[in-house]
Each structure stands twice: as structure tokens, then as C-alpha cells.
T-cell receptor, first 114, second 115 residues
Framework: NAGVTQTPKFQVLKTGQSMTLQCAQD?????MSWYRQDPGMGLRLIHY???????DQGEVPNGYNVSRSTTEDFPLRLLSAAPSQTSVYFC?????????????FGPGTRLTVL | KNQVEQSPQSLIILEGKNCTLQ??????????LRWYKQDTGRGPVSLTI?????NTKSNGRYTATLDADTKQSSLHITASQLSDSASYIC??????????????FGKGTHLIIQP
């Protein structure tokens, strides 16, 4: 049982490039979400999904895209990277609605946009 | 607007000493309060989850308290160890409102244990 996995661990992009951050979980969790963590700020929700085929926006969705074709995978796409997207990105999953059950976080992807 | 405030921002203590971290919140309607430990370069890991009716919850040397009337929580670490050096994040869950997922995150307390 690997829990929540994320790849890559580190990434450097140039402004305007696109890329996909991968997230997978093997706990059969319905709920998955993406957060970004910046210095001096709490975790902020980017996008979330309540099940395969269903996604919705969080607090800071601009510049990011998601899809959920399977229960296991929830990739985050940066459409045209900007320096403001330099951050650490965490994927999380939980069995049911976040407010009721524990969230499990991945190890994070540290992204730098030059 | 739902908010979670943590204090202090950072704390340095000697190995073996006790410490207490604070969390004040204005989240309504309250569902539960969680404490997470985040080691440097890692994702947050859950320490405790407390509902409205729970006043105290322990996880080894970590003891969390909750006062739902004053909307305050504390995390007490007993006999600190070097491995306790980390950021501790308070997260409050609402049945509705808050973030789109109902969670409001504090900014965390950065704890350093010195030998």
C-alpha cells in the first residue's frame, strides 16, 4: 500500500512551458484534491474531485487544469507556466467528504518557474 | 470569513522540554479540528482529529485539546525529541462554507528542537 504518490519530486520550468504533475492513490479513495503551499501561507486548494469524472474549482484555480478519468489518478496540468506558480504542490485523498474523514497527503512536488 | 490563526509562528526549545502550540479559529458551522505534522520536504501527516464533543485527544507524546466554546485548541508536546522538529498545522473543518472542500488551514507553527 503506497498511499498517495506524486511525480516528479522536483521540476524547473521556463515561463510559458506546460507540464503535468502526476498524483495517484491506491486506497480506493473517492475524494482527491490539489493544494499549493507558499511560504508564510496556509495550504490553498486549487482543484478537487469527488469521484471519477467529477472535478471542481477550489480557491486558486486559475492557470491550472485537472481531470479524473479513474479513481486512482488525478493529474494537475499547468497550461502556461508563470513565475507566480513557483510553489510546492501537494495532492491529497480521503475516503469520503473532507470534513468527515482524514486526508492523506502525498510527498509533494517542488516547482520552480523561471 | 472562516479563519484559523496559529501561534507562535515559530518556537525553539531544548530537547526533553515540553511545549504548547495554540490554534484559534472562527469557523462555522464547526465539524472537526485536525492537527497535522509536516516534516521539512514532506507532506502533512495527521496527528489528531477532534469533533465538537471531544475535549482531549492523545497520540503518543502529542495531546490536543479543544474548547469549542472559546474556539481554541492547543497541541501539547511532552518530552520533546529532535524528531519533533517540524511545522504543525491546525485545520478546521466546516459542514459548509470555508474552502470548497470545507477546510480552513492555519499557516502553521515552525518548531525547532535543539539538542
Amino acid at each position: 500500500n503506497a498511499g498517495v504518490t506524486q511525480t516528479p519530486k522536483f521540476q524547473v520550468l521556463k515561463t510559458g512551458q506546460s507540464m503535468t504533475l502526476q498524483c495517484a492513490q491506491d486506497m480506493n479513495h473517492e475524494y482527491m484534491s490539489w493544494y499549493r503551499q507558499d511560504p508564510g501561507m496556509g495550504l490553498r486548494l486549487i482543484h478537487y474531485s469527488v469521484g471519477a469524472g467529477i472535478t471542481d474549482q477550489g480557491e486558486v484555480p486559475n492557470g491550472y487544469n485537472v481531470s479524473r478519468s479513474t479513481t486512482e489518478d488525478f493529474p494537475l496540468r499547468l497550461l502556461s507556466a508563470a513565475p507566480s506558480q513557483t510553489s510546492v504542490y501537494f495532492c491529497a485523498s480521503s475516503y469520503s467528504k473532507w470534513s468527515e474523514t482524514e486526508q492523506f497527503f502525498g510527498p509533494g512536488t517542488r516547482l520552480t518557474v523561471l | 470569513k472562516n479563519q484559523v490563526e496559529q501561534s507562535p509562528q515559530s518556537l525553539i526549545i531544548l530537547e526533553g522540554k515540553n511545549c504548547t502550540l495554540q490554534c484559534n479559529y472562527t469557523v462555522s458551522p464547526f465539524s472537526n479540528l485536525r492537527w497535522y505534522k509536516q516534516d521539512t520536504g514532506r507532506g502533512p501527516v495527521s496527528l489528531t482529529i477532534m469533533t465538537f464533543s471531544e475535549n482531549t485527544k492523545s497520540n503518543g507524546r502529542y495531546t490536543a485539546t479543544l474548547d469549542a466554546d472559546t474556539k481554541q485548541s492547543s497541541l501539547h508536546i511532552t518530552a520533546s525529541q529532535l524528531s519533533d522538529s517540524a511545522s504543525y498545522i491546525c485545520v478546521v473543518s466546516a459542514d459548509s462554507g470555508g474552502g470548497a472542500d470545507g477546510l480552513t488551514f492555519g499557516k502553521g507553527t515552525h518548531l525547532i528542537i535543539q539538542p
